[in-house]
């Protein structure tokens, strides 16, 4: 089967690698779920002339994540342009010849909200970037304190003593600057120029001026918009590096929490994943992105003519193409890097997730945590066991006695079982503890209690029969 080299070079684009007119628009995009992407993008074929819409040259319809291998239309020979489809009429279909798609997606319901708010989005992330019980119950105090514009107001002094532990001020801020680097960026700063600073090391890590950037944004934030000539002899810059500084400020985000998008009430998976026999084939729900490219006459015209504000439309149609695609496949790489790592689980041949971290997948792709988490945010994929967000199949570890690991979802439907199955004399979180123990898995009562709660289980002295 021939593949398609563009489509792997593109794989490994990272945020890092974006120009900086493009950055933020990338970034809103990347967020946005596939219904509202669609309408996002006719939005900008509406608005610029320069943009017509592709015929359709579908060329992958599936892939087989055990063979790796594309199925190619071989009448078509444009392999540099992919364009996955799947009918959405069929997705009903597909759920309801489902094996285990009912019970399971009551779990997922359970789980997880259809209206997310900022503070929620920045706690799944630090449940599963910090494994430490103590550090996380700091990290959700500091969250709580994070406003909807995105900027920390809380006391640090109100913070040393918390459910019964205490923290040092260098512990407070180790974690509130752990926090600034989830999506959004720079969440959990107390000032703007904080804030752009988190940004421009997490989105521009390899600049060749950043130390003497961040002491601009620092201390002469102010004089950026209005003289540059003082800032190049103050800092010993260019003019060219000062305006490559102001292009930068202008691309990242003054209020990081204040865009954050709600879940859409109507979902469109991104993709659609099938078990056939011992494999797994996933389709990906393209049909619902428009293919966007430039008008010849239009890239013609710029040559002939050599125009400027010609040529500065032609390079931000150009942008939204990029943008566009490095959406398309930033969410492809995550949706294979997880077929791979849960496979036994979406083959029915376990009944629990593996452990799996954000930061599992933004290592192996190359790219930043807030990137994965931005670009998992608001998704879902229809499965063997149900429509489920793409964000279910992250679980942090544990460890058992034996070093082994064992996921958080595990762990909660070992929980669930022992409820429903405790008879007259209900369980209390210590004793479900111990019998968790005795099973291999070593796990402290408050994170049982932590977890229970989670579920909706309520506690012993009310679970009693009547």
């Known amino acids: 089967m021939r593949k398609s080299n563009n489509l792997e070079q593109t794989y490994r684009l990272s945020l890092k690698q974006i120009p900086m007119n493009l950055l933020s628009q990338t970034i809103q995009l990347l967020g946005l779920p596939l219904a509202e992407f669609e309408t996002e993008i006719k939005q900008e074929l509406e608005d610029n002339p320069l943009l017509e819409m592709e015929e359709d040259t579908t060329l ?14 071989e009448t078509d020979t444009n392999l540099g342009e992919i364009s996955d489809t799947y009918e959405i009429s069929r997705l009903k279909e597909f759920e309801s010849t489902s094996r285990r798609s009912y019970e399971k997606t009551q779990v997922f319901e359970n789980n997880f909200s259809t209206d997310e708010t900022l503070q929620e989005h920045l706690l799944f992330q630090a449940r599963l970037d910090i494994a430490d019980e103590r550090l996380f119950t700091l990290a959700s105090y500091i969250i709580y304190e994070i406003d909807d514009d995105g900027y920390f107001k809380g006391d640090i002094s109100t913070l040393k003593k918390v459910e019964g532990y205490e923290f040092t001020e260098e512990e407070i801020e180790k974690v509130r600057e752990r926090i600034k680097t989830y999506d959004p960026v720079g969440c959990g700063s107390r000032t703007l120029e904080e804030n752009l600073i988190s940004q421009l090391e997490n989105f521009y890590p390899n600049l060749r001026n950043i130390d003497t950037y961040k002491r601009i944004i620092e201390n002469d934030l102010e004089l950026l918009a209005k003289d540059s000539r003082f800032l190049s002899s103050k800092y010993g810059l260019s003019k060219e590096e000062v305006e490559e500084l102001r292009l930068i400020v202008k691309s990242l985000s003054p209020k990081p929490g204040v865009n954050f998008s709600k879940s859409p009430s109507f979902i469109v998976p991104e993709a659609v994943i099938r078990k056939t026999d011992d494999s797994l084939e996933v389709e990906f729900n393209d049909n619902y992105i428009p293919r966007l490219r430039i008008k010849k006459e239009y890239i013609e015209a710029v040559k002939k003519s050599g125009s400027k504000e010609l040529k500065d439309k032609i390079v ?33 041949k376990q009944n629990f997730l593996n452990p799996l971290l954000i930061e599992d997948i933004a290592g192996e792709l190359g790219v930043t945590i807030s990137t994965v988490s931005r670009a998992i945010k608001d998704k879902y994929i229809l499965t063997p066991v149900g429509l489920v967000p793409i964000k279910y199949f992250f679980s942090r570890s544990g460890k058992s006695v034996i070093g082994e690991e064992v996921s958080v979802d595990r762990i909660k439907k070992l929980i669930d079982t022992l409820v429903k199955n405790e008879g007259d004399k209900p369980l209390s979180d210590d004793k479900i503890a111990n019998i968790l123990k005795n099973k291999g898995i070593k796990i402290a009562r408050r994170t049982v209690t932590k977890y229970r709660e989670s579920m909706g289980i309520p506690p ?7």
Do not use: P
Not at 316 to 330: F, H, V
Not at 460 to 466: F, M, V, W, Y
């Open 60 to 73: 992958i319809t599936t892939k087989s994540i055990e063979s790796g291998e594309d199925s190619i239309d």
């Open 316 to 348: 931000k149609a150009k942008s939204i193409i990029l943008a566009i695609e490095y959406r398309k496949n930033i969410l492809r790489s995550i949706i294979e890097k997880i077929i791979e790592h849960q496979r036994d689980f979406l083959l029915d």
């Open 460 to 466: 012993a002295h009310l679970r009693k029969k009547r």
